[in-house]
Structures are given as structure tokens and as C-alpha cells.
């Protein structure tokens, strides 16, 4: 377990009073979970309010996933906002 570096492991997400996504509320990540590459543990699409397409609004991905090698991870192909076509914007595999 990691402390969580979202919420500085209070659990609670500094822009609300609900729940930290990315902890869940308990302030540590889980070794087996990793704060999404392409929202930072947000849950939400920058550019929309849309749930993100990499982590699907749960702001952690399974670390033992692969980055993306096309991307590096950020879901974006190279050069272009359009998503990665190798991860479908997921930024992992
Ligand atoms: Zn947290
Ligand atoms: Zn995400
Ligand atoms: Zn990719």
C-alpha cells in the first residue's frame, strides 16, 4: 500500500467532501492499483465532464497493466489529440 498522493492520504478529494476516487477514502492506493496516467486520479476527461476513457471515472488503473508503448501511456497518439488507436485511449493495454 502507498500513501495516496491525490489527497495527501486524508482520503477526502480536496475539491469536495465526498470521497477521494483514487483511494476510494481510505488515503492509500493499493499495490495493485495505480492513479490513472491520463487524469491524474481526476476520474473526468479534461476536456469534457465526461467519465475518462482511461480509467472509465475510477481515477486508478491495475498497475499490472502495460503503459501503452504507442502513447506512453497517455491514452493521446503522438502529435495529435485524437486517442491512441493501439489502447483506444485507455493508455494502457
Ligand atoms: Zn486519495
Ligand atoms: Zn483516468
Ligand atoms: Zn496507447
Known sequence: MDTCPRCDSTGKSTDKTADCKPCNGTGTI??????????????????????CT????KGTIPSSANKC???????NSSGTTAD??????????
Open 69 to 75: 508503448s504507442n502513447c506512453d501511456g497517455n491514452g
Open 30 to 51: 493499493s499495490d495493485d492499483l495505480a492513479l490513472c496516467y491520463r487524469c491524474k486520479g481526476d476520474g473526468k476527461s479534461k476536456e469534457t465532464t465526461a467519465d
Open 54 to 57: 482511461g480509467c472509465a471515472g
Open 84 to 93: 491512441c488507436n493501439a489502447c483506444t485511449g485507455k493508455g494502457y493495454k
